[in-house]
T-cell receptor, first 113, second 110 residues
Framework: QKEVEQNSGPLSVPEGAIASLNCTYS??????FFWYRQYSGKSPELIMS????GDKEDGRFTAQLNKASQYVSLLIRDSQPSDSATYLC?????????????FGKGTRLHILP | NAGVTQTPKFQVLKTGQSMTLQCAQD?????MYWYRQDPGMGLRLIYY???????DKGEVPNGYNVSRLNKREFSLRLESAAPSQTSVYFC?????????FGPGTRLTVL
């Protein structure tokens, strides 16, 4: 059974600080990794994808991947109240073939004004 | 470019009634998916379609059927609704594993 684990939170972070969200996965053969943001009552929105070990930066967001430790994280710098949402980690086996992806249950992030 | 659209947005059914949830995408994606999301359970895959004419069961297919009508459209049918099917249903399409979600259908079965 392939699994993706996340701390459910809530994770409370002061405005302007760095929010760190973590995810572990069980399938060592996984090749594609994603972070989705979901506001309350809305659908998930893809914010980051990462395929190789290391860091990938996009604006205030940085995704970090460590395949040896089966660990992926999302850092949000200069956190804003608008970042308050649930963040879903998702993992897939084959990077260039559309297939089922496994979602974690999400971490609720609350940015304190 | 509307992305992924779903109808209806809200629906209330009585136990035993049937209905079809509609989904369409205009991004020319081959793969499409149906999920349900319940509090504390995360997103669970009901069915997916890797291409036109093919469908496969996901994690929770019981009580549902799907039809991949063409490349754009993927419908989900509840033949005899049960209260356990009360949930929010999301359709998604994907390209290179990056999934794009519709706005969802909030279904209540009484």
């Amino acid at each position: 059974q392939k699994e993706v684990e996340q701390n459910s939170g809530p994770l409370s972070v002061p405005e302007g600080a760095i929010a760190s969200l973590n995810c572990t996965y069980s399938d060592r053969g996984s090749q594609s990794f994603f972070w989705y943001r979901q506001y309350s009552g809305k659908s998930p929105e893809l914010i980051m994808s990462i395929y190789s070990n290391g860091d990938k930066e996009d604006g205030r967001f940085t995704a970090q991947l460590n395949k040896a430790s089966q660990y992926v994280s999302l850092l949000i710098r200069d956190s804003q109240p608008s970042d308050s949402a649930t963040y879903l980690c998702a993992v897939n086996g084959i990077w260039n073939r559309d297939d089922k992806i496994i979602f974690g249950k999400g971490t609720r992030l609350h940015i304190l004004p | 470019n509307a992305g992924v659209t779903q109808t209806p947005k809200f629906q209330v059914l009585k136990t035993g009634q049937s209905m079809t949830l509609q989904c369409a995408q205009d991004m020319n994606h081959n793969s499409m998916y149906w999920y349900r999301q319940d509090p504390g359970m995360g997103l669970r895959l009901i069915y997916y379609s890797a291409s036109e004419g093919t469908t496969d069961k996901g994690e929770v297919p019981n009580g549902y059927n799907v039809s991949r009508l063409n490349k754009r459209e993927f419908s989900l049918r509840l033949e005899s609704a049960a209260p356990s099917q009360t949930s929010v249903y999301f359709c998604a399409s994907s390209s290179y594993n990056e999934q794009f979600f519709g706005p969802g259908t909030r279904l209540t079965v009484l």
